[in-house]
């Protein structure tokens, strides 16, 4: 917070940060941490 505070970093940029944080983490989440069924038990 203090480098926010003494203007070296910007609220808006760690916001941008977390957002994007978070959908780095759901598209991993929904592309690779999937469950492998084999097709037969479908």
Not at 13 to 26: I, T
């Amino acid at each position: 917070m203090s480098r926010i505070y003494g203007g070296i970093h910007f609220l808006s940029a760690n916001e941008d940060g977390l957002a994007a944080g978070r959908a780095l983490g759901h598209y991993v989440v929904d592309n690779f941490l999937t469950p492998n069924v084999p097709d037969s038990l479908v």
